[in-house]
């Protein structure tokens, strides 16, 4: 289809580690721009593999199916930041594998992620290593209660982590996360938490789409307000990490980067993934360009589509037993449904979302 040397134009297939909802979404608009998305992952049925033309079954320990999955992909992307750097070199001596590795080891470990941070003076919440019981005593000595412990690498939605408040102990708390290396975080007393994803094309482009304002509800994102009802100052403040994080990593395709607004207007930087973002779903109903889209494009070395905000929304996730909330949505002339196609409706599972446009 033309394009420059490094454009990969549509018709040609797209790999994605990785079988969830975001690999499902990231292979519906990669559909719609004319591509084919072969999945990667260890399971027989997938949200992702449901809506892909291929699918090879297959864990990131299997060299031998990484390597025939890489020469049949014309570049891979993933769904997922815990990646290990294995794969990852196994899969890019033979296909490109955007956003790079580096972006992943970053983004897997909160450790390195609040030093990659530090190095371009953004702000996080204040931390120490807790990686014995003398640094779990020290940690918490300096850092004071209440506190956030978590572990380092492998948590989500809100897994692996523990409040540590008034009279309780940090050396147990480090225990009961099984002793593995964690940081020990000051509790954020904050006024809001926020997201800004950016992505960056093949050529070095960037747009930010505008800061939405993220509610969680057990650990796990709630509801998503797009756009956030920020101060000007705040709402450049974030934009500006954010882009800066993504120029500094080299990515290209999204950067998501959660942020705290402190009560004193100040911005910390809490985490970061190199991937689509739950916070960025309402993209898909309520913006010029949804974030798979967005994604898509810059790994295929495609000009950035536009971030204009067409409408105000609110999404709403559906978490287990909520999956039942469909039935209200589809009778709702305003609410876009999502739904991932997972059977069972564990507790904590995200199985869908809801998009409400806010139209005057
Ligand atoms: N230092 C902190 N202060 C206050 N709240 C926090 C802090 N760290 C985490 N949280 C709360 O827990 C949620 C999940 O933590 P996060 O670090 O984003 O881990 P993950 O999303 O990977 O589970 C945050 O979105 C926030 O609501
Ligand atoms: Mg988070």
Redesign the pocket.
């Known amino acids: 289809m033309g394009g420059s040397a490094s454009t990969i134009a549509p018709g040609a297939t797209i790999g994605i580690l990785g079988g969830g909802q975001l690999g499902r979404m990231i292979a519906q608009a990669a559909a719609r721009l004319g591509y084919r998305c072969h999945i990667y992952c260890p399971e027989t049925d997938s949200p992702a593999a449901q809506v892909a033309s291929r699918h090879t079954i297959g864990g990131l320990e299997d060299e031998t199916r990484l390597r025939e999955f890489a020469a049949a992909v014309d570049v891979v992307t993933y769904e997922f930041e815990n990646i290990p750097a294995g794969p990852v070199e196994i899969l890019a001596e033979i296909v490109p594998v955007r956003p790079n590795a580096r972006a992943l080891r970053v983004a897997q470990d909160?450790m390195e992620e609040k030093r990659f941070a530090a190095t371009l003076g953004i702000a996080t919440?204040p931390w120490l290593p807790v990686r014995s019981e003398a640094e779990a005593q020290a940690a918490i000595a300096t850092i004071g209660r209440p506190?956030?412990l978590?572990t380092a690498r492998l948590?989500?939605?809100?897994?692996?982590?523990v409040k540590i408040g008034a009279g309780e102990d940090a050396t147990a708390a480090w225990r009961g996360l099984g002793g593995a290396p964690c940081v020990l975080?000051?509790?954020?007393?904050?006024a809001m938490?926020i997201s800004v994803i950016v992505a960056r094309g093949l050529d070095g482009a960037m747009l930010a789409y505008p800061a939405v304002e993220?509610r969680?509800k057990n650990?796990i994102?709630d509801v998503t307000i797009a756009p956030a009802d920020l101060a000007p100052a705040i709402a450049a403040a974030a934009r500006d990490a954010a882009l800066r994080l993504t120029q500094a990593l080299d990515i290209v395709g999204l950067l998501a980067v959660?942020m705290?607004v402190a009560r004193d207007g100040g911005v910390l930087v809490?985490?970061m993934a190199p991937r689509p973002h739950n916070s960025g779903h309402w993209t898909l109903d309520a913006c010029a360009t949804s974030q798979f889209e967005q994604l898509v494009r810059a790994i295929c070395g495609l000009k950035l589509g536009g971030v204009d905000v067409l409408c105000p929304a609110i999404m709403q996730n559906l978490i287990g037993a909520e999956v039942e909330h469909w039935r209200a949505a589809i009778e709702d002339p305003r609410a876009k449904l999502h739904l991932y196609g997972k059977t069972a409706a564990r507790p904590g599972r995200k199985m869908g979302h809801v998009t409400r446009l806010l139209r005057p």
């Open positions: 909160r919440a506190a956030m978590k948590g989500y939605d809100g897994k692996g982590q975080e000051g509790f954020v007393d904050f938490e993220n969680h650990g994102l959660e705290f809490n985490e």
